[in-house]
């Protein structure tokens, strides 16, 4: 396993649940007249770094915005590109997550995702299952509005089935029926590139997170940049609507 970087004993503890739509891949590319795919082969290796630095700085989980449910609007060889890439990630990184003690955890929906690409997500689940040095969720085919109504459409199967009452449903069992229910709500959620929208994010996780907006194109993302992005979130008074800070 490699040498983990320990931050000195006087820093703060990190977030224990960092959450990044990594955005600005399109624009990094075509300020270097390059193809918008480019900028995604970079951004990838940007998602790598993230990695890494989260699993030194002891942060637990790291939620990478990776495809949203919109995201097929786009062009189809776009999309096709971002699988393409998907798919050699998936290949080639387990093992070296695998290497860092790094769980992969998948959320979103699987329904217009290749078969490929979801054996591979079956795969890369369990065979980092038992890792333990930092969780990393991939929202794949992600968008909240949909996790949501299916939330609700799963408890009102239950309630027209008898076995819950209306009354039952409260914010933990909603909660619970959300793909995210064995994580905990992202403490930190970064925007690269300069955008302030969370563009069907974690909607209902993120009621408290602490929301960070960097100019940084996503491709550019360095070690320093996240080290800016959790001091900013130290100097953050979470008050939980108290009013003790
Ligand atoms: C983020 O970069 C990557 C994905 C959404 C998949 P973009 O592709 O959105 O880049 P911009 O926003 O066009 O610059
Ligand atoms: C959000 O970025 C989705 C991902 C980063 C995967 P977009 O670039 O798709 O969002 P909009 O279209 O600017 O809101
Ligand atoms: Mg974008």
Not at 146 to 156: G, P
Not at 174 to 189: Q, V, W, Y
Not at 218 to 227: A, C, G, K, V
Request: with cysteine; glycine share 6%; charged share 25%.
């Amino acid at each position: 396993m490699r040498e983990a970087v320990v931050s000195s004993s006087q820093a703060p503890r990190p977030p224990a649940h960092i959450a990044i739509i990594m955005d600005g891949n399109g624009r990094w590319a075509k300020a270097r007249g390059l193809p918008r795919v480019a900028g995604h082969q970079r951004g990838a290796e940007a998602a790598r770094i993230a990695v890494r630095t989260c699993r030194e700085l002891g942060v637990k989980f790291l939620t990478l915005y990776a495809f949203s449910s919109e995201n097929w609007k786009r062009p189809a060889s776009e999309v096709d590109d971002l699988m393409a890439l998907l798919r050699y990630y998936l290949r080639r990184e387990v093992s070296d997550l695998t290497e860092q003690d790094v769980r992969l955890r998948f959320i979103g929906s699987r329904e217009r995702l290749a078969p490929d690409i979801i054996s591979e997500i079956e795969h890369a689940e369990a065979r980092t299952q038992h890792n333990s040095g930092l969780t990393l969720v991939v929202a794949l085919n992600y968008g909240s509005h949909e996790e949501i109504v299916q939330a609700a459409r799963s408890l009102a199967q239950d309630v027209a089935n008898g076995v819950l009452k209306p009354s039952d449903i409260d914010e933990n069992t909603f909660a619970e029926r959300l793909s995210t229910s064995d994580i905990p709500d992202p403490d930190l959620l970064i925007r690269t590139s300069g955008e302030q929208r969370l563009s069907n994010f974690l909607l209902w996780q993120a009621a408290y997170s602490e929301l960070v907006f960097l100019d940084t194109y996503w491709p550019d993302f360095s070690r320093e940049n996240l080290e800016t992005a959790i001091a900013e979130f130290h100097r953050r008074d979470r008050r939980f609507g108290t009013t003790n800070g």
